[in-house]
């Protein structure tokens, strides 16, 4: 900068001259440094807005960078979602189809191919008319234009879809419109499953269930499902119309409260009867059981259960099954019973051996009286055939097995004898009474043996013998006439000694009476 002296003496021109040049020049000089200054101001403002610039252009650069990678990611992952709906539903089972605004196919996957029987080559850009002219889609082809037209989907539950070999299949087909990013449709998304199997299971299902209520319904038991609750009270969903012929009470007696059901149950029974439920429910184990009940009008019936617990869905156990009044069948076991002891009774206290065999020729019992005579124990013998256990070392066996076959092939009793060596050492006689027991149908179901000792018999039969060989030798021998005449009269004998004095033989005479010989 320059500095300027104060005057020191009179100014002359040249000094007042450069003076105003002075002056001139440090008014130029504060006119230079106020642009000098605007021009820095201007220049930090400007290398402010450069930098404000270059702050943005990177802001911005770096927003389109993640613009950018947000929209390759979502082009990868819309890529990698047509990948995976390509791999779904050329994979799936169910057929699916999609139509442009025209009702043109542009796309179906192989399921839907197999459907209508077509290649995608045939039908892609095409129209169901234009695709198949018979029209047999024509019902599908007027619902595609009505999902078009009113936006709103549509859906068939048994929809039939012809074959080309003249059947049909059941399809269940859902119909629904594709938008695009501003609302408006642009398409058809179809979705059919073939139910042909499944519509068929079922109708097997229903007919087999028409089935089980004409069954429940005719059976002579009664059939029906017994719900406890998870609050401890009962009722019978389901109950066959035999409830009253049991019970006594109609299926709307017990369908929301089975306790009507449960107070028909005999004082005796009943405590046992709820245990075992109780008991039923806990293990899940089947509930049989036979218990007493009393009837309003039929009085004390015995009746026999038979169910099967479950978890019920809404909470609580259920058991389906089935009951039945056995009380007659009680009473004949009961009879039988009666009659089997009267038999045990009769063949424990009789002399002679009893033996019984099944239709294989295996013993199911033997008396005690068979005990006594072989020595060998009823474990020995029951169970076995004659061959696999005789009852002595000099037995017949085949004698006994001859026997058991012919009743159970003629059902006709078979009669024999045969010999027995006691423990003893004695030889003993018996003769083998063979009889068939036959079941209710009638049919032989097993053979009777009664054995009774003859070797008393036997042996008077041999001294009958002896003495008639002695009476024949004495009288054949006498010289006196000799007769021998039976109750009625008629004469059984004639010794040689009459036989001669008559002249006549001996076989004229024979089962006459004297008036009848002469």
């Known amino acids: 900068m320059f500095q300027l002296d104060r005057p020191t003496k009179p100014l002359q021109v040249d000094e007042v001259m450069a003076s105003d040049l002075r002056l001139q020049l440090h008014a130029l000089q504060q006119q230079v440094e106020a642009q000098h200054a605007q021009f820095q101001a201007s220049r930090e403002n400007l290398e402010l807005q450069l930098a404000e610039r270059t702050a943005e252009l990177h802001e911005n650069s770096r927003r389109l960078r993640e613009i950018v990678g947000e929209y390759k990611l979502k082009e990868e992952l819309a890529l990698r979602g047509e990948r995976e709906f390509r791999s779904l539903v050329e994979n799936i089972p169910d057929g699916i189809a999609r139509w442009d605004r025209e009702g043109r196919y542009y ?34 082809d007027q619902a595609i234009a009505n999902v078009i037209e ?14 080309e070999d003249g ?8 119909l629904t419109p594709e938008w695009d990013a501003h609302g408006e449709i642009v398409g058809v998304l179809s979705i059919g499953r073939d139910m042909t199997e499944q519509f068929h299971l079922q109708e097997v299902i229903a007919a087999r269930e028409q089935e089980l209520r004409a069954l429940a319904e005719s059976s002579p038991g009664m059939m029906g499902s017994f719900h406890l609750r998870q609050d401890g009270t009962v009722c019978m969903p389901y109950v066959s119309p035999n409830i009253w012929e049991l019970f006594g009470l109609r299926p ?28 039923s429910a806990r293990t899940m184990l089947p509930w049989r059981q036979e218990y007493r009940i009393l009837h309003p009008t039929r009085g004390e019936r015995t009746l026999e259960s038979h169910t099967r617990p479950q978890y019920h869905p809404d909470g609580g156990i259920v058991w389906h099954g089935y009951v039945c009044d056995i009380t007659e069948r009680k009473r004949m076991e009961e009879l039988l019973q009666r009659r089997e002891r009267d038999f045990h009774t009769l063949v424990e206290n009789l002399p002679d051996p009893i033996f019984r065999y099944d239709r294989d020729g295996r013993r199911t019992y033997v008396s005690p009286a068979v005990e006594r005579i072989t020595g060998k124990t009823f474990e020995e013998l029951v169970g076995r055939t004659p061959s696999e256990t005789p009852v002595s070392a000099v037995t017949d066996t085949d004698l006994l097995v001859r026997g058991i076959r012919s009743v159970l092939e003629t059902g006709q009793p078979f009669v024999c004898e045969g010999e027995h060596l006691r423990p003893d050492g004695r030889l003993s006689h018996f003769q083998h009474h063979f009889g068939p027991e036959r ?33 024949r030798t004495l009288a054949e021998n006498a010289p006196d006439n000799i007769a021998r005449y039976d109750l009625q009269c ?22 006459k009476t004297p008036s009848e010989a002469h």
């Open 107 to 140: 796309y179906v996957n192989p399921a839907y191919e197999l459907t209508v029987q077509s290649p995608a080559a045939e039908v892609l850009g095409k129209t169901f008319g234009e695709t198949f002219p018979d029209g047999r889609f024509a019902l599908l």
């Open 150 to 163: 009113t936006g709103q989907p549509q859906r068939f539950e048994r929809l039939l879809i012809p074959q």
């Open 167 to 174: 059947a049909t299949r059941l399809y269940e087909v859902s």
């Open 252 to 279: 709307q007696d017990v369908v929301d409260d089975a306790s009507p059901l449960l107070m028909r149950n005999h004082p005796d029974d009943a405590l046992r009867v709820k245990e075992s439920i109780a008991e």
């Open 439 to 471: 079941a209710a149908d009638g049919s032989v179901a097993g053979v009777l043996l009664v054995s009774r000792d003859i070797t008393e018999r036997k042996h008077i039969e041999e001294l009958l013998r002896k003495r008639e060989r002695e009476f």
């Open 490 to 511: 008629h004469i059984i004998y004639l010794n040689p000694r009459l036989e001669a004095l008559q002249c006549v033989p001996a076989a004229e005479w024979l089962d």
